[in-house]
């Protein structure tokens, strides 16, 4: 199976890292934190639509995604019928018996797909940030300020539903979460007639309650709290598990101080929490108990390493494992080619089978990469897989004395410190780029030439006999580089109409760092 390793599921560290930044916040921040409009958007039974999309005779029949011995998620006919997500498939078949099975290990179509979204969102406003594969959070602040100036409130109403609420009036202090549901509903809608895909919506004041609420209808519906209902939606949670942010070792430490529902951490005294947690903790997680959550909305950039694991009963001898770590770093050369960027790291991960420690047994080793295999990994050469093959090998001798018996139950293989090209050879890149424009400074002129040199292929302002004097390798990297660097995606001009020089220079670093992380989403 694959993994993703964009570290941007991971609530609970994002969570911690922001209430340590934003301690000692002023009175003008709090204010405006309280005034801004989240959306939070998960998409319907993911895995199953997007394997609805490729296969549209799924459409009506109960599906479930499996991998391994579980179902992970299942379509709406499917939950018809009593199928859950992580059911075992035994359960599931038994429930649905024609229930329809897709394999769903491997998650390339998903992980595409997600990006997709992100990016469509990305294209309405810079601050998106995903949420593991299916979720992102969209601070739509701004774009509500500016709604607001421009329509009249009488005019507003409410998309979707209003929790806890049959129907709702807009006046001045609901107006923005009311426009926050159009823009929401847009959203959806945006990505549906886009990319074929549903899912729900919450709108609220912050991240944790838009979370929270985008879940009281499903599928394919949206919800909007008020903050007078923030108690309601936080007491209606059925125990601190339903808590995002607070992870299970937290909830077992609070267990143990006989702290089991939302209510029980609301109330015990802050002193006592911060006995047990530290400050910055005790007072993070009793906010979040009351549904307070001033955690900004980061966008993630581009993952930080690429991998690829697999789980398995067992692998005890060694040509088994080479054969499977052979084809995990052939699926993983490949990401990390489509990605662009050049790993520096490689980490081999394996877990050996123990009675008593099940889960926690990984155990890594990780070696630089030599400079001629990060090449072919870049360049996409067939060759680089045997050389990471080789390194694999002498990893996994590190960890195991294969004149013993072993068992193993996992192989991870991964790639880290993974740097843009350009910077892991600047001379050479900057001995033809002192008079080359950069892609974004490029005329549309300059981008034909450079795609359709119809010769070397190379940009026309790159003296073609210079280039031919240079090593075969080094002429691919740059061909590689130079074919990446298509166009970035453009901001809608939306964004432009903004008259104050702040605002406009605010809203051009957007743009900017948006168009970077833009760069990452490259087309199929
Ligand atoms: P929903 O949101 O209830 O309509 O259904 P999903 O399928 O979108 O569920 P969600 O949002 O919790 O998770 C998104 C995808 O992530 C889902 O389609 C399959 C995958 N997934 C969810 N939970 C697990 C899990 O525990 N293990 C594995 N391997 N995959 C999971
Ligand atoms: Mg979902």
Request: charged share 25%; net charge neutral.
């Amino acid at each position: 199976m694959d993994t993703d390793e964009e570290g941007d599921n991971d609530w609970d560290r994002s969570l911690e890292s922001d209430m340590l930044e934003t301690e000692g916040s002023s009175t003008d921040r709090v204010t405006s934190i309280s005034q801004r409009v989240i959306l939070h958007i998960d998409l319907d039974c993911f895995y199953a639509q997007v394997e609805m999309i490729r296969n549209p005779a799924l459409r009506n029949k109960p599906l479930g995604i499996q991998q391994k011995y579980l179902i992970v998620t299942c379509n709406y006919v499917a939950r018809e019928h009593g199928v859950n997500k992580l059911m075992s498939v035994t359960d599931a078949v038994e429930k649905c018996p024609q229930l329809v099975l897709v394999k769903g290990e491997d998650l390339t179509h998903y992980r595409e797909m997600s990006y997709k979204v992100t990016e469509l969102l990305m294209s309405y406003c810079p601050l998106v940030e995903r949420l593991g594969f299916d979720e992102n959070f969209m601070d739509v602040t701004e774009m509500v300020e500016r709604r607001l100036k421009e329509t009249c409130i009488s005019d507003l109403s409410f998309n979707g539903h209003v929790y806890k609420h049959e129907s709702m009036a807009v006046d001045e202090e609901n107006a923005r979460l009311a426009v926050g549901s159009v823009i929401a509903a847009e959203m959806r809608q945006a990505i549906f007639s886009t990319l074929g895909l549903t899912g729900c919506a919450g709108i609220a004041n912050n991240k944790l309650l838009a979370k929270l609420v985008a879940g009281t209808f499903k599928p394919n519906q949206q919800t909007t709290l008020l903050p007078y209902s923030t108690a309601e939606l936080m007491s209606s949670l059925t125990g601190l598990i339903k808590v995002p942010g607070i992870g299970y070792k937290t909830r077992e430490k609070l267990k143990a101080l006989g702290l089991v529902s939302v209510r029980d951490l609301q109330l015990y005294s802050l002193a006592d929490l911060v006995r047990e947690f530290g400050e910055v903790t005790a007072k993070r997680i009793q906010n979040l108990a009351c549904g307070i959550d001033d955690s900004p909305v980061t966008p993630a950039g581009p993952p930080q390493s690429l991998s690829d694991e697999d789980s398995f009963k067992k692998i005890s001898t060694l040509e088994e494992v080479q054969k499977k770590t052979e084809e995990l770093l052939t699926s993983l050369t490949e990401r990390m080619h489509k990605d662009g960027r050049r790993p520096h790291t490689f980490r081999l991960t394996i877990r050996q089978y123990t009675v008593t420690n099940r889960w926690f047994s990984r155990e890594s080793r990780q070696c630089p990469i030599p400079n001629h295999t990060g090449l072919k990994i870049t360049c996409g050469s067939s060759e680089a897989v045997p050389q990471l093959l080789g390194l694999s090998m002498k990893l996994f001798h590190k960890m195991l004395d294969t004149r013993e018996p072993f068992h193993l139950t996992l192989l991870n293989v991964c790639f880290s410190n993974l740097q843009a090209k350009s910077s892991s050879k600047s001379s050479i890149a900057s001995f033809f780029t002192q008079k080359c424009p950069t892609t974004t400074q490029m005329t549309s002129q300059q981008q034909v030439s450079m795609y359709d040199f119809p010769y070397f292929n190379v940009p026309a302002n790159v003296d073609p006999y210079v280039f031919s004097q240079l090593p075969a390798d080094v002429q691919r990297e740059l061909l590689t580089e130079w074919r990446q660097q298509k166009p970035v995606l453009k901001i809608p001009s939306k964004h432009s109409h903004k008259t104050s020089s702040t605002r406009d220079k605010k809203s051009a670093a957007k743009g900017s760092q948006c168009n970077n992380i833009l760069k990452y989403f490259k087309p199929n």
